[in-house]
């Protein structure tokens, strides 16, 4: 059989991709070589927030005393955690495989290869079968940095050194956790496991962590996690992996710490080997990124790319909607991806949200912007729910338009809230329009409201 459409990974680009695409009316066949549901469902995005709220639970019980509830003798099963967490991602995987089903897309659960163009359509290999498909869709995603560190390899495997994979399945929490690179991962990660008791500390190359957020945000999370007693190497580069230690230098002088297990996560690479991309000439950058324009178009007609894969955003959220343009535009209706407005979430404790632009991207780009700063006690819920909280909003408003440009928060419910800043980004409104929504009261999300008053 011929099939309209290849789907080649079976993560949020391709399982949403592959469910659109059948929706209206194409054939399609999806290729997944580990796990349907890719890295978010099965080792990312969705387990660690499943760990993450195990630690907010018990952190309550911790803390619970100053909203008048005492506990006592709470302690953190990790046995437990870990069991709940495959739960919680087998009903999800389990969902997202009825899903496919319900839409007649084949899956095939093996690793596919493009072999060749021919008169008939694009060929497609898995298990020296082949399949044969009129347009491909590929959205193989992104798979963890492993440097050239002495050590660091010989530590993987002996199961020293854990990447994102196999830190999330760990049922023993280790005294001493070293964690390489302060960005998105190693926080939640230091976050999980500093509540659940590890001695954690963080080594990161910037002068600050949390890459890309508002500076003031980043040390205000930065102090919150000091206090509960996370130890903080910036501008530190590591230099080698003992199997029980890792070595760093600092201005020209090293430094050892000792750790039972060490987490690396100085980021992510599209997943673009073995895919036998060059047999049909599709372009890739420098860093293996398959190269798109914004419609999700490759160099070859009739080739898209979805998702971690083109290297441009590489979150869960950002693959749903780029798989959505593209089959959009193979289906005929023309659309275009925008990044202007993609919320970005840290789920630490307290959780961190931006959108657009922060002051040092609007600075870079010349924007003529103000920003205002607002205690997150502006919002009467935030002060009822979170005691001794220090959390604050920044809305950043463009002069010449009136318009929303950015947003960036520290504090609880950030990550529930912050889609309502994208809005305000994505659908353009003026700062006067935006001053006659109505809020529910009380919610911490009447602190947008109460910023764009303060303009
Ligand atoms: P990241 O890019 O967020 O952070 C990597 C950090 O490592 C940076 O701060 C960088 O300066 C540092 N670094 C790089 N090389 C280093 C070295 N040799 N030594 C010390 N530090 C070094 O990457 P991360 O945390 O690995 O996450 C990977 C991807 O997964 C990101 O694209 C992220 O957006 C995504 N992700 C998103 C989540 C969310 O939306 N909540 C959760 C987890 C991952």
Do not use: W
């Amino acid at each position: 059989m011929k099939y309209d459409l290849i789907i080649i990974g079976g993560g949020p680009a391709g399982y949403l991709g592959a469910e659109r695409a059948a929706a209206k009316g194409m054939s399609v066949l999806l290729f997944e070589k580990r796990n349907l549901g890719g890295v978010c469902l099965n080792e990312g995005c969705v387990p660690s927030k499943a760990l993450l709220y195990s630690a907010k639970i018990y952190d309550y019980t911790k803390h619970s005393e100053q909203y008048g509830v005492k506990v006592t003798g709470s302690s953190l099963d990790q046995e437990t955690v870990i069991k709940r967490k495959n739960k919680v991602v087998k009903t999800l995987v389990t969902g997202v495989k009825g899903a496919l089903k319900k839409h007649n897309v084949t899956v095939v659960e093996k690793t596919a290869r493009i072999e060749k163009k021919s008169v008939e359509g694009f060929v497609v290999s898995a298990d020296n079968e082949f399949y044969t498909g009129d347009r491909l869709l590929i959205c193989s995603g992104s798979e963890p940095i492993m440097p050239p560190i002495p050590g660091l390899l010989e530590g993987y495997q002996k199961g020293f050194v854990l990447t994102n994979r196999e830190i999330l399945d760990l049922t023993k929490i280790p005294e001493t956790l070293v964690i390489v690179g302060g960005g998105v991962i190693g926080l939640e990660m230091a976050s999980y496991f500093n509540s659940a008791g590890s001695k954690v500390t963080v080594v990161e190359m910037l002068d600050k962590i949390g890459g890309p957020i508002d500076d003031e945000i980043a040390e205000l999370l930065r102090r919150e996690y000091e206090k509960k007693g996370i130890t903080f190497n910036l501008g530190c580069k590591v230099t080698s992996f003992t199997e029980k230690s890792v070595v760093f230098e600092k201005d020209g002088k090293t430094f050892e710490t000792d750790a039972e297990k060490v987490l690396v996560s100085i980021g992510r690479k599209p997943s673009t080997k073995d895919l036998g991309l060059e047999n049909i000439g599709v372009e890739k950058d420098k860093r293996g990124a398959i190269i798109t324009d914004s419609m999700g178009r490759t160099n070859v007609a009739e080739v898209y790319a979805a998702g971690d894969v083109n290297g441009v955003s590489m979150l869960a959220h950002t693959a749903y909607r780029e798989a959505e343009v593209c089959i959009n535009n193979i289906t005929g209706k023309k659309d275009v991806m925008r990044y202007s407005a993609i919320p970005s979430v840290i789920y630490t404790n307290p959780e961190v949200a931006s959108v657009g632009e922060t002051e040092a991207t609007a600075k870079q780009k010349n924007m003529d912007f103000e920003s205002v700063t607002l205690s997150m006690k502006f919002s009467g819920r935030y002060v009822a729910e979170n005691e001794g909280g220090n959390g604050i909003c920044k809305v950043l408003r463009d002069k010449r338009t009136n318009r929303i440009i950015g947003v960036s928060l520290i504090g609880n419910y950030a990550s529930e809230l912050i889609y309502g800043a994208a809005m305000m980004i994505e659908t353009q409104m003026t700062v006067e329009d935006l001053k006659e929504l109505v809020f529910p009261h009380p919610t911490v999300c009447e602190i947008l409201r109460e910023a764009l008053f303060a303009f």
